[in-house]
């Protein structure tokens, strides 16, 4: 596999993420769909697969672009158990860089059985709203109680103790 420095760089996008009608994307793309940009000296392949949110396509659809179509990167999956099983069935083991879509879970990528130097997020998690939500009631407010509702999913739990957590710390 190359590295993300070479002039040519293979990257497998898309994998479970927000599904549209049918197999078109909201963005303009299509499911199977290559595109290639190439802006001055850099080509960019992007590879998109739809899984539909289903964990074992997610890790079917991964191994196939690492193993075959040789890609670079990993982007994606939407869901808690298709990104933990990207993480654990492909992306370890193939030592692939994999940059997990909007998985819910901040327990995820806080693992350090799931999470490591070639596993990251693309965007803020929970735990990262919390922590800035209490450092400004913290520190701009003179707010006294505040009250944490959540829903009762392992999302909501989670939320919940973390909000609780940085709230109590007062970061």
């Known amino acids: 596999m190359g590295s993300c420095i070479h002039t ?49 396509a997610a890790k079917e659809a991964a191994e196939a672009l690492v193993l075959d179509e040789d890609v670079d990167i990993l982007f994606g999956v939407t869901d808690n158990v298709g990104t933990v099983r990207v993480i654990e069935q492909v992306a370890k083991p193939t030592d692939t860089l994999y940059v997990t879509g909007g998985d819910s879970s901040a327990r995820t990528l806080g693992d350090p059985d799931l999470c490591g130097r070639k596993v990251l997020r693309a965007n803020e998690h929970t735990g990262m709203v919390a922590r800035s939500m209490a450092k400004y009631v913290g520190e701009e407010t003179d707010t006294e109680t505040i009250y944490l509702l959540g829903v009762d999913t392992p999302f909501g739990r989670t939320s919940v103790a973390l909000y609780r957590r940085y709230m109590e710390a007062k970061v």
């Open 8 to 56: 040519e760089l293979s990257l497998g996008p898309g994998i479970g993420v927000r599904r549209g009608t049918g197999t078109h994307r909201p963005d303009g793309f299509w499911a199977g769909e290559e595109v290639v940009y190439e802006p001055e000296n850099r080509r960019y392949e992007l590879i998109l697969r739809d899984t539909s949110f289903d964990p074992s």
